[in-house]
């Protein structure tokens, strides 16, 4: 499932205003003067064989490597 903003899908709509936050500084997409991504929509997948109950069980399928 892919989001943007001010897009319905599957029935979830995200506000005009939501922003994402990632410190996640070798994403090519990541703002680290301000731990924000650049992107409007990003899209979240589940870890295969994970089943830990915690956030390691989901990872930003947006992400693509960036020099620092």
């Known amino acids: 499932i892919y989001y943007q903003n001010s ?3 599957e029935g979830f709509q995200m ?5 994402i936050k ?9 703002n680290s003067d301000e731990n924000m991504c ?3 929509g990003i899209e979240i997948k ?4 994970c089943n830990t109950q915690k956030a390691d069980e989901s990872i ?9």
């Open 15 to 19: 506000e005009g205003n939501q922003k």
């Open 22 to 30: 990632c410190t996640v500084g070798s994403c090519i997409y990541n």
């Open 60 to 68: 930003c399928a947006s992400y693509e490597y960036g020099e620092e």
């Open 46 to 49: 589940p870890v295969k064989n």
């Open 38 to 40: 650049n992107l409007q």
């Open 7 to 9: 897009i319905e899908s």
